[in-house]
């Protein structure tokens, strides 16, 4: 069975601090993951993703996550936040026939 | 074109009643995905349909939600003797494919029963 871990329920920064969110998965076969935002009343969007190659993966608006595949992690990276990347996160693994896992979301607040 | 999208976008109901959701996906895409998000939880797989036909509904909680695809592109979920339980947002995605495709996420439709 597939499972996703955040470890960070809230986190909040000021505006230009570097942000981290972790993401560890477990599955037992190979993995494509993913990231995920929700900005407050839309719907989800993808920010990034996995399927192989090179493990430092890029994604919009800056951000990028790093497959670490000897720690089953994904974590999402961002050097600079701003004040509109205030929204929630979520890190999915998905495994074959397309069904996908989520984490329970790292709701990010960023402080002008 | 347009994306994803669903109806309603709101819907109360009574303990007992039957409802239905739709699902409209982006044209083409073959792959559609119903997912249910309760509130602070991420969404939770229910079930995926590869053109007419369920691919896995393993994700499905019991025999009461039913979902079906009769053509390929608009799919309805059903769900039977509604409980209280059953409240949250219903999300449904779609992908071109299947496997390692982009899914794409509608709006959601929120289930209150009350």
């Known amino acids: 069975a597939q499972s996703v871990s955040q470890h960070n329920h809230h986190v909040i920064l000021s505006e230009a601090a570097s942000l981290e969110l972790g993401c560890n998965y477990s599955y037992g076969g190979t993995v494509n993951l993913f990231w995920y935002v929700q900005y407050p009343g839309q719907h989800l969007q993808l920010l990034l993703k996995y399927f192989s190659g090179d493990p430092l993966v890029k994604g919009i608006k800056g951000f990028e996550a790093e497959f670490i595949k000897s720690k089953f992690s994904f974590n999402l990276r961002k050097p600079s936040v701003q004040w509109s990347d205030t929204a929630e996160y979520f890190c999915a693994v998905r495994g074959h026939a397309g069904k996908s896992t989520f984490g329970d979301g790292t709701t990010l607040t960023v402080k002008p | 074109g347009a994306g994803v999208s669903q109806t309603p976008s709101n819907k109360v109901t009574e303990k007992g009643k039957y409802v239905e959701l739709r699902c409209d996906p982006i044209s083409g895409h073959t792959a559609l995905y119903w997912y249910r998000q309760s509130l602070g939880q991420g969404p939770e797989f229910l079930i995926y349909?590869?053109?007419?036909?369920?691919?896995?509904d393993s994700g499905l909680p019991n025999d009461r939600f039913f979902a079906v695809r009769p053509e390929g592109s608009v799919s309805t979920l059903k769900i039977q003797r509604t409980e209280r339980g059953d409240s949250a947002v219903y999300l449904c995605a779609s992908s071109l494919g299947r496997g390692g495709d982009t899914q794409y996420f509608g709006p959601g439709t929120r289930l209150t029963v009350l």
């Open positions: 349909f590869q053109g007419t036909g369920a691919a896995d």
